[in-house]
């Protein structure tokens, strides 16, 4: 299984429009951020989790030409925008594009892009079948076995996903015990990380190493990370060796 890390970045991404920090005035690729995002691949199936409104630059820039399913995380702009373009795949497998996530997110996807569920679509219109999960209740895409994970995002139950070795959690705030114990020891680990201050929807820093350290993972990459959080090759040095600041464009072997 292969992972590769889309998008990194906040809801806003890095640089920020009319910011002159000095994370959006670096030239590290490093720290240029897409919104958050990745792909996960087997040696048959491809899911790309959450599409938010880079999606088509990612995908081009990954060159991915064959998607089996979208899993979303939640129903927030970043996680979701980009949903229009998943018409380039509908046209190549002439078959509905697969989406799953919680029944909350798929209905609030209904009222955002009414034009897609109408019951006349326009010609050239996305096609997606909506498949609501079930918090816990594994499923499968293709040859992999993916579980739904509750996770709160603040005053938001939202979903992580857990796969053989793999577990990905973004905007999280907090994790369920019940959560906890089915990811203790995983393999690999990206968990969210916003900036160093308190936010009242995600956890920053100082919260997701405490995170790390109860689920004690083998490798941890960390995202969804704002431009406060400072400059990458400065504060990589700063974390446990176990752990790593995520980039767009990593890659990682299971
Ligand atoms: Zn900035
Ligand atoms: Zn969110
Ligand atoms: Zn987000």
């Given at each position: 299984?292969?992972?590769?890390?889309?998008?990194?970045?906040?809801?806003?991404?890095?640089?920020?429009?009319?910011?002159?920090?000095a994370?959006?005035?670096?030239?590290?690729?490093?720290?240029?951020?897409?919104?958050?995002?990745?792909?996960?691949?087997?040696?048959?199936?491809?899911?790309?989790?959450?599409?938010?409104?880079?999606?088509?630059?990612?995908?081009l820039?990954?060159?991915?030409?064959?998607?089996?399913?979208?899993?979303?995380?939640?129903?927030?702009?970043?996680?979701?925008?980009?949903?229009?373009?998943?018409?380039?795949?509908?046209?190549?497998?002439?078959?509905?594009?697969?989406?799953?996530?919680?029944?909350?997110?798929?209905?609030?996807?209904?009222?955002?892009?009414?034009?897609?569920?109408?019951?006349?679509?326009?010609?050239?219109?996305?096609?997606?079948?909506?498949?609501p999960?079930?918090?816990?209740?594994?499923?499968?895409?293709?040859?992999?076995?993916?579980?739904?994970?509750?996770?709160?995002?603040?005053?938001?139950?939202?979903?992580?996903y857990?796969?053989?070795?793999?577990?990905?959690?973004?905007?999280?705030?907090?994790?369920?015990?019940?959560?906890?114990?089915?990811?203790?020891?995983?393999?690999?680990?990206?968990?969210?990380?916003?900036?160093?201050?308190?936010h009242?929807?995600?956890?920053?820093?100082?919260?997701?190493?405490?995170?790390?350290?109860?689920?004690?993972?083998?490798?941890?990459?960390?995202?969804?990370?704002?431009?406060?959080m400072?400059?990458?090759?400065?504060?990589?040095?700063?974390?446990?060796?176990?752990?790593?600041?995520?980039?767009?464009?990593?890659?990682?072997?299971?």
């Open positions: 299984m292969k992972i590769n890390v889309l998008g990194t970045g906040t809801s806003q991404g890095i640089p920020v429009i009319g910011c002159h920090c994370v959006c005035r670096s030239n590290d690729p490093k720290d240029k951020r897409l919104r958050t995002s990745v792909l996960v691949r087997s040696d048959t199936t491809t899911i790309v989790i959450d599409v938010g409104p880079d999606f088509r630059q990612q995908m820039r990954e060159q991915i030409e064959q998607v089996d399913a979208l899993l979303l995380t939640h129903e927030h702009n970043d996680h979701v925008s980009g949903l229009d373009d998943v018409r380039p795949y509908n046209f190549m497998t002439r078959r509905d594009m697969p989406v799953f996530g919680l029944e909350r997110v798929l209905d609030e996807l209904k009222v955002r892009f009414r034009y897609i569920f109408d019951d006349n679509p326009y010609p050239g219109a996305p096609r997606i079948k909506a498949i999960l079930e918090p816990y209740l594994p499923f499968h895409v293709g040859d992999l076995q993916i579980v739904p994970l509750t996770i709160h995002h603040g005053s938001l139950d939202i979903f992580g857990l796969f053989p070795h793999f577990v990905y959690l973004t905007d999280v705030k907090a994790i369920p015990d019940r959560s906890l114990e089915l990811i203790k020891g995983i393999d690999v680990l990206i968990i969210s990380a916003l900036h160093h201050k308190p009242h929807s995600h956890i920053n820093l100082e919260e997701a190493l405490h995170y790390i350290e109860r689920i004690q993972p083998k490798s941890c990459y960390l995202t969804h990370m704002s431009h406060e400072g400059l990458h090759a400065s504060i990589q040095s700063t974390l446990p060796s176990q752990v790593s600041f995520a980039y767009d464009g990593l890659e990682i072997n299971i």
